[in-house]
């Protein structure tokens, strides 16, 4: 093969001599004898600006780029110990971020796990992109919608007198056939639209749902003995309008100052026990470590759980109950979470605590106060836990050292309920996806 004909001008030449090692680009272009552009040539500008001791703030061509102006504002603010209107301070706003339509549950919970993360999905409409291509198994809210949906194709057929209901050895052999039989269904559904990952891990995944279903009906099958319970609806849903026109009423919880939440969503299931008692049930697919802490006392686990409040409000306001019924609500863990049943049942004794923290999330999202609540920096694999503090997945270093800096703002402590005296630990971050 011919040599090229520039490879012996390469050589003639001694090139040793003119290599340099340039720091950054503008560290080049504040050396440069003539920047190229327009642009370079501000960059030149203001290095040489902030080299003399100068503000770049406060140079001419900051004032006359508007773009700049903003931009070296946002730079200033955000590098300041008080909440701006930069860092989500948008009290000076005159709007109501939940608007008049009825809330749902997880909507407010999201608010506890971050601000910042909430305004920019529930008020501007941000949500992250998404890369299907690169997907390789199904994510784990498709999966969560394959279960629920597997489930509620299941109960209906009950319902609908198509399957027989349970018998007083619970579900036999002919439900474990109509539920895998709407499994399939909706599997076939997800696959067609390319829902479900590549085949190769399509095909282990299928089979592991398919068990852990046949394991979900086990214990659901014990839980109905001992209660004597039957299903009475599926995906019961409450604040909404249906096709045929029907107003379905919301679910209401007081905030203690004369006013109330409205709240809509869908209860995955509800039951009647022997003793006249109503059972809503959440199915979960994930794991239960975030849900450890409700209890009889605290059933909002600190107002970062809401959907067994809500059912149980919603339960009674479109039942045959009073509105005084104790109702038992319980989240359902599928195989991650062990099948493990986390409730509690909703009466005159708690529901003061559940009313103070949802008019507590309320008061604190009409304060209109968007600070961002990023994880701790560290070390991270490709997962990332808040696609909005963490927009590219490079790690949320600078979102927490700002973090630090605005809990010097006492309105951010008081949001916050932070204590600015003791040393700062990572918040929670958002929960995983809904499940």
């Given amino acids: 093969?011919?040599?090229?004909?520039w490879v012996a001008e390469l050589e003639a030449a001694s090139l040793t001599d003119a290599r340099r090692a340039v720091a950054s680009f503008a560290a080049g272009l504040a050396?440069?004898?003539?920047?190229?552009?327009?642009t370079q040539h501000r960059v030149r500008a203001l290095v040489n600006a902030r080299a003399r001791g100068e503000d770049p703030a406060a140079h001419p061509l900051v004032a006359g780029l508007p773009a700049l102006r903003l931009g070296a504002a946002m730079v200033a603010a955000r590098g300041s110990a008080a909440l701006t209107e930069y860092d989500g301070d948008l009290s000076a706003m005159d709007f109501d971020p939940l608007g008049d339509r009825p809330a749902s549950p997880t909507r407010l919970e999201a608010w506890v796990a971050c601000p910042h993360a909430w305004f920019l999905q529930h008020v501007l409409g941000v949500e992250p992109v998404e890369q299907p291509d690169e997907q390789l198994q199904i994510t784990p809210r498709d999966r969560g919608t394959l279960v629920h949906d597997a489930l509620d194709l299941f109960h209906r057929e009950v319902l609908a007198g198509h399957v027989?209901?349970?018998?007083?050895t619970g579900w036999g052999p002919e439900h474990e056939a109509a539920l895998l039989a709407a499994f399939e269904k909706v599997a076939a559904d997800l696959a067609h639209l390319g829902l479900v990952g590549r085949r190769a891990f399509w095909h282990s995944e299928h089979t592991r749902q398919r068990r852990e279903l046949q394991d979900w009906m086990a214990h659901d099958s014990e839980l109905l003995v001992?209660?004597?319970?039957?299903?009475?609806?599926?995906?019961?849903?409450?604040?909404?309008?249906t096709p045929e026109g029907q107003e379905v009423p919301a679910a209401t919880i007081d905030l203690g100052d004369g006013t109330a939440l409205r709240f809509r969503g869908s209860i995955d299931r509800v039951d009647r026990c022997a003793d006249g008692r109503l059972v809503v049930t959440d199915h979960k697919t994930g794991s239960d470590s975030h849900y450890r802490d409700i209890t009889e006392a605290d059933p909002t686990a600190g107002g970062s759980r809401l959907q067994l409040v809500v059912y149980a409000a919603a339960a009674r306001a479109v039942t045959d109950v009073g509105p005084d019924t104790p109702v038992l609500a319980e989240y359902?863990?599928?195989?991650?979470?062990?099948?493990?049943?986390?409730?509690?049942?909703?009466?005159?004794?708690?529901?003061?605590?559940?009313q103070a923290a949802v008019a507590g999330i309320v008061h604190g999202i009409r304060s209109r106060l968007f600070v961002a609540l990023p994880e701790k920096a560290q070390y991270q694999l490709s997962w990332v836990r808040c696609p909005w503090c963490?927009?590219?997945?490079?790690?949320?270093?600078?979102r927490w050292q700002e973090f630090e800096r605005k809990q010097a703002d006492p309105r951010v402590?008081?949001?916050l309920g932070l204590d600015t005296d003791a040393a700062t630990d990572a918040p929670d971050g958002p929960a995983e996806a809904p499940q």
Avoid: H, Y
Avoid at 1 to 5: A, C, L, N
Avoid at 31 to 38: H, I, N, R, V, Y
Avoid at 332 to 354: C, E, W, Y
Avoid at 390 to 398: C, N, Q, R, S, V
């Fill in 1 to 5: 093969r011919q040599v090229s004909r």
């Fill in 31 to 38: 050396e440069a004898p003539f920047p190229a552009t327009a």
């Fill in 164 to 168: 027989p209901p349970p018998g007083p």
């Fill in 226 to 241: 001992e209660r004597g319970a039957t299903v009475v609806a599926s995906e019961l849903r409450f604040g909404v309008t």
């Fill in 332 to 354: 359902s863990f599928l195989g991650r979470g062990g099948f493990k049943r986390i409730g509690v049942t909703m009466d005159a004794a708690n529901q003061p605590a559940a």
């Fill in 390 to 398: 963490d927009p590219d997945g490079l790690g949320t270093a600078e």
């Fill in 413 to 415: 402590a008081a949001l």
